[in-house]
């Protein structure tokens, strides 16, 4: 098919020329003796975007689900109890893994649109008493739902109680695109990974471990072999790997940590607020909703927009692919047919982000959908016309 294809899915996202140009390179010998010069750099680096000093990072060949596993397995027991709740699919997964790796998970079911139950989680934190609970789980961004959930309220609780559990963040669709603080918000651990806000191609699972969560992994008695710690932490002091590292993606990583610096982290969360506005200015002049129920919950990744009863949302994405070369996202699980998805994080700019408000309305326009032709890019494009940034300002 002739022109590009346009990817607006919440990650992959789309990868910048840069970081293709880093990534393209011939392959290079991971034991050679100035490698440090290159890895130690990249791992301090990559603790600004955790917002961390005190923390470690380590990188995993895999993406965020292998992260979650290294998460759990680097600092859990078996039939250790720990607090979580599921509101769309992505959360459900992780509470599916930590049942699968033999915890005793007390898992809280929310309403999808809604995100972490941070009162709720208060209540039980105050009435554990014995401290049962060893860690308690918050996804910043349920990707399959497009809600964004407050994760300072969740550290807010665990020290209302005084309790010592660990906080687990599952940041892989928000890191490095909302704001995120380790140190600040007291996060223990926070698991992400390369194909969303980092603009890489999936492949790296990155994790990043207070000295609390550190400290846990000598009396962690799950099996690990390929995540385990302790291997990384010996090699990576040395500026190596326990294993054959994924060097073209690193060295892409490099170059992506060097856009987000140059661009400045609190520029790009705010650039992602524009994009994440423009898009919902849309789906409220197309007379729609986000699933996310109200504006607290809003993710400034990705939208899911609910579609009127009687109209198939996955219909919007198969009949956007086939007529007009784009991929959206389909909803998922409970909400399987009821939205799609747009996603508006990482390498992304105005004129961008008006072509999937654009796709989305031809097509929905096609399939019948009674909303006005224009109506979402011009909503759009008012909003984007009216908050310019200068970028000559800088
Ligand atoms: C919020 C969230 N958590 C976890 C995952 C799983 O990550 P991966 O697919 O990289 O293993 C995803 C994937 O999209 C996600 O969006």
Request: proline content about 5%; aromatic content about 10%.
């Amino acid at each position: 098919m002739p022109g590009r294809n346009f990817l607006f899915i919440p990650g992959p996202t789309n990868v910048p020329r840069r970081i293709q140009n880093a990534i393209n390179i011939e392959q290079e010998d991971m034991r050679a003796m100035d490698l440090p010069e290159f890895t130690k750099p990249l791992y301090e680096d990559l603790k600004k975007v955790f917002k961390t000093r005190s923390g470690r990072v380590f990188i995993f060949p895999a993406s965020g689900t292998g992260g979650w596993e290294s998460a759990v397995a680097n600092t859990l027991n078996p039939g250790d109890k720990v607090l979580m709740s599921g509101f769309g699919h992505f959360s459900n997964l992780w509470i599916d893994l930590c049942q699968r790796w033999g915890l005793n998970v007390q898992a809280l079911e929310v309403e999808w649109g809604e995100g972490v139950p941070v009162e709720k989680y208060a209540e039980i934190l105050a009435a554990d008493k014995k401290h049962e609970i060893k860690a308690v789980f918050a996804t910043q961004n349920e990707t399959a739902t497009g809600v964004a959930s407050d994760v300072a309220g969740v550290r807010k609780a665990l020290d209302a109680a005084r309790h010592p559990a660990l906080l687990f963040v599952d940041g892989v669709s928000s890191v490095a695109s909302i704001d995120f603080r380790m140190d600040e918000w007291g996060v223990d651990l926070c698991v992400s990974g390369s194909q969303k806000g980092f603009m890489l191609p999936t492949g790296l699972g990155i994790v990043c471990a207070s000295q609390k969560a550190l400290d846990m992994r000598k009396n962690s008695k799950l099996p690990k072999t390929f995540f385990d710690w302790e291997d990384q932490i010996k090699a990576n002091d040395l500026g190596y790997f326990p294993y054959t590292p994924p060097m073209n993606l690193l060295r892409g990583l490099r170059e992506a940590l060097n856009m987000l610096f140059e661009e400045g982290l609190e520029n790009v969360f705010a650039r992602h607020n524009r994009m994440a506005t423009a898009v919902r200015k849309a789906v409220a002049a197309w007379g729609m909703r986000p699933i996310a129920k109200e504006p607290k919950w809003y993710s400034d990744t990705v939208t899911a927009v609910a579609t009127p009863e009687g109209f198939d949302g996955n219909e919007v994405v198969r009949h956007a692919y086939k007529y007009y070369n784009i991929a959206f996202s389909i909803s998922l699980a409970k909400i399987a047919g009821k939205a799609f998805r747009i996603g508006h994080l990482g390498d992304m700019n105005e004129l961008m982000i008006l072509t999937p408000i654009n796709a989305a309305e031809m097509a929905m326009k096609d399939l019948g959908y009674p909303l006005e032709l224009g109506s979402g890019v011009a909503a759009a494009q008012e909003y984007l016309r009216t908050t310019k940034i200068n970028r000559l300002e800088k």
